[in-house]
Nanobody, 121 residues
């Protein structure tokens, strides 16, 4: 069983910053990609940022230059530093990991339970 536990969400004023953290635990062979997605009410879940084991990153256009994703492979953690937050960034943010549970198992995707981020004055 793989568990992803997020922390760091909350209420912040426009222009402010928040840092989200996610830790993976349990039994798995390797985590290939970790990342952050978000889902606002009435909208589909969308990718915000991903990072590979080697440090290659990918960002949604809406957050480029404002959000930074980082990862600690040894601790199986991924963080999302969010700066210059806007009201439209309000959503539930989900941590994601693409992994194998064993060396010969299929690649699968695991999700955290989500953490609420609200940007409002």
């Amino acid at each position: 069983q793989v568990q992803l536990v997020e922390s760091g969400g909350g209420l912040v004023q426009p222009g402010g910053s928040l840092r989200l953290s996610c830790a993976a635990s349990g039994s798995f062979y390797s985590i290939y990609i970790m990342g952050w997605y978000r889902q606002a009410p009435g909208k589909q879940r969308e990718m915000m940022a991903t990072i590979s084991t080697g440090g290659d990153t990918n960002y949604a256009d809406s957050v480029k230059g404002r959000f930074t994703v980082s990862r600690d492979n040894g601790k199986n953690t991924v963080d999302l530093q969010m700066n210059s937050l806007k009201p439209e960034d309000s959503a539930v943010y989900y941590c994601n990991a693409v992994l194998r549970r064993s060396y010969n198992s299929r690649i699968e995707s695991a999700w955290g339970q989500g953490t609420q981020v609200t940007v409002s004055s």
